[in-house]
């Protein structure tokens, strides 16, 4: 596991998340500003590859606020303090790869690294509704309504870090 440029995220972002759409559609405005991590196999008989340099799974990492649920709950209502929130989005890990632990992992540094080097209180993010008993199972907690981003139901997440 490692910080790692923007641009190296775009394929395992692309591949995996939006594989019918333009590759366009996974490069997000802010990513400039964004911390971008990956995670590195070197041997992987379930894909039946080496992967010596690229990522096999990814994630990007943003400072910003808990969004407002409702017009009288917002952060507040998480005793988050101004500052101490992050978001992560665009994670993925190569479908060949999946339930081998490898997001997890990713997800764990990512979360240790918002704890202990950014100063993060809560980590949030708008997570696929197929999803959310994954994130469940590693702390998260849902809130808010479910809605939809080009056709897809997500729900929004967050953890206490």
Known sequence: MREIEQS????????????????EHV???EDIRGK?????VLESPAADKIFTSSSVAVISLFH???PQIDASRSAAEFD????????????ACVEALQGQGIGSTLLRFVLDHARNEL???VIWCDAR????????RRGFTAFGDIFMKDGV????MRVDV
Not at 10 to 18: K, N, P, T
Not at 36 to 40: D, Q, Y
Not at 129 to 136: I, M, S, T
């Open 8 to 23: 190296e995220t775009i394929a395992v972002r692309h591949s995996v998340l939006w594989p019918h759409m333009p590759l």
């Open 27 to 29: 490069i997000l405005p």
């Open 36 to 40: 971008h991590f990956g995670a590195f």
């Open 64 to 66: 910003e606020d808990v």
């Open 80 to 91: 988050v303090g101004t500052g101490s929130s992050w978001r992560f989005r665009k994670f």
């Open 119 to 121: 100063g993060a209180r």
């Open 129 to 136: 509704l197929l999803q959310k008993k994954w994130y469940e």
């Open 153 to 156: 139901q997500y729900v929004r």
